[in-house]
């Protein structure tokens, strides 16, 4: 799958990563109505304006995007109903040509942690079948139970060439607080983040592609400065970017997550996509064509981005 | 939650947890057969196993145990019939008086750190209404994005009077790759657990029940000398701690995680408790009978752990 991205970034010029983040908030009244007369003000209800409030955005951008991100919350909120809008979000996403990372978050150790591998990006043995969870094509997971909890999720990526991206520094503000620690050792004192970094680069010897690894990393566009270090530590691995733009990430800050080779980064928008409309910038579409406000908030965004390659 | 979880511990004289990670491994032949029968060897044949061994086996022990503590990732695995499995599993535990601890370790920033709150402990806004997703009684939490992904957990918990569970040193070997890292700042050098540790005591005073918080944390029974430490920096919290029979702990090692108080301390068993019919030790109740298995094995274990709070 490490393969696929590569492809449809250089295919589309455009390394970025739709969020499909939906809040009940972003979706347009008449989108939610619709939803809501056919199912009522149930987890169904809701879940069914999401599915439609996707299925609109991602008809509008998947030709000038090569990958989405669902956020998995956003629809576990609505229960049962919500997961299968996720469902039908990423087969639907599959059905476009996209890599979808579901960014799931998820760790745990041994049996536990081969089960959310399985679930988000293996096979399950029923019997004499094999079956298709999820199916994303990336999962985003958490490091702090260490190799144990990682470990299970590289031999799903072997054995399917798909991939993780570890969270290393998150874009939040709060996220110094345990990942910015000064950690002591043999080799002398150094941040959590980049200790995890190593790690990271580790676990990604053992899972390559043909240049960039199946394991790769999440850090934070609010933070270019550790971008550039963790570049260097992890050179195989392609970084997993968010905060850009709603966070605060500027374009100018996002050089230094990317290789010489232009590759080796996505970043991720969210709700400066799917809620375009919402903006002052792009209000005069109306909350009726919320899909061409994401379309040129995506044109926007890519514009944004590859000036800012090109400048460095 | 944190009162119903005292009193249940009261009234059964148990401090014990009884971890519903079902795999197909386990289930007895009997009880796939049928389900297979019914479903095919399909995800929704594997979920209705899942369901109808669990259900037996709550059957069997409820009235000995306060609390279960279903591992989303063993339903997540078998994708939204498996996750429908889940649902049914908490609701019938409440059904039986249970207190319902979701291990879902999830963990995220803003607002989708608020999703997964509102997904298992809270309800959510569709329209006018306010519905329930999962409904369970606590959750545990991950906590490598630091405050910022807690907080929208604590609303949720003085809100619903629900509370959490936060990673702090887990029970797998390489848990100290990071966790055990020695952390430098003003007050000196600790391990991250431990600076963790006091974040969490932090939180908990924040969300405080009658004598113990809505915030507890995660210690691994295989790590006690690091227990006895964090029983000391986290006053109020419960600790929910893993890794007691098939991970390694034994009974001795419990002691240092409970308080003066005879509380403050959860010990949870999975595999011990659900497969125990596996085990030589209650082989001769057979396959058929394994509920009757898993009561036995309950029996004991709170035996075992009675006896070494005694002999402190």
Not at 242 to 259: E, H, I, R, V, W
Not at 269 to 279: C, P, T
């Amino acid at each position: 799958m490490i393969q696929k991205l590569i492809e449809n970034i250089k295919k589309t010029n455009a390394p970025i990563v739709v969020g499909l983040d939906p809040m009940l908030a972003y979706i347009p009244e008449h989108i939610k109505k619709a939803a809501f007369a056919e199912y009522g003000e149930t987890l169904e209800g809701a879940a069914e304006a999401v599915w439609q409030y996707n299925k609109k955005i991602v008809d509008a951008v998947y030709d000038l995007i090569p990958a989405v991100k669902p956020q998995i919350a956003m629809y576990e909120q609505f229960g049962i109903p919500g997961l299968i809008a996720f469902q039908k979000t990423i087969d639907y996403c599959h059905e476009k040509g996209l890599v979808v990372i579901g960014d799931v978050k998820r760790g745990d150790i041994g049996s536990t942690s081969a089960a959310y591998a399985t679930a988000h990006l293996g096979r399950v043995q029923v019997g004499s079948q094999q079956l298709t969870p999820f199916g994303e094509d990336f999962a985003t997971v958490n490091p702090y139970l260490g190799t144990d909890g990682i470990r299970p999720f590289l031999d799903v990526c072997r054995e399917e060439k798909k991939g993780i991206f570890v969270l290393v520094k998150t874009s939040n503000p709060s996220s110094g607080e345990f990942q910015d620690r000064l950690a002591a050792d043999a080799d002398g004192t150094r941040p959590l983040y980049e200790l995890v970094g190593e790690k990271v680069a580790e676990w990604a010897d053992s899972c390559m592609g043909e240049t960039y690894s199946y394991v790769g990393a999440v850090v934070g566009a609010t933070y270019p400065e550790m971008g550039k270090t963790l570049r260097r530590v992890m050179p195989k691995c392609f970084i997993l970017v968010p905060g850009y733009g709603a966070q605060g990430g500027k374009a100018a800050d996002l050089a230094p997550f990317f290789n010489e080779d232009g590759l080796g980064a996505i970043v991720n928008s969210s709700r400066g996509i799917i809620a375009a409309y919402k903006q002052e910038k792009y209000a005069s579409f109306g909350a009726e064509h919320f899909p061409e406000a994401s379309r040129a908030a995506v044109t926007d965004m890519i514009e944004d981005i590859n000036k800012a390659l090109e400048r460095r």
